[in-house]
């Protein structure tokens, strides 16, 4: 696969699984568990964008000397 094609197609891919995680975290505190209820999992939710985000740029962006 193509260098841009990966760029763009992890990028895509990866801010949809932000944007998912992140809504499903807003939704679980600003309804019946409220803040601290929805705390542990937003710590989680942020946790795990992070790591994605990490493996979108070690897997798209940053350049390996591939043989």
Do not use: H
Request: aromatic share 14%; hydrophobic share 50%.
């Amino acid at each position: 696969m193509s260098y841009t094609v990966k760029l763009i197609v992890g990028l895509i891919g990866t801010a949809f699984l932000c944007i998912f995680i992140g809504g499903l975290s807003q939704s679980i505190s600003s309804g019946f568990a409220g803040f601290y209820g929805g705390l542990p999992f937003m710590i989680i939710a942020i946790i795990v964008c992070g790591m994605a985000i990490y493996d979108f740029w070690d897997e798209c962006v940053r350049k390996k000397n591939d043989p």
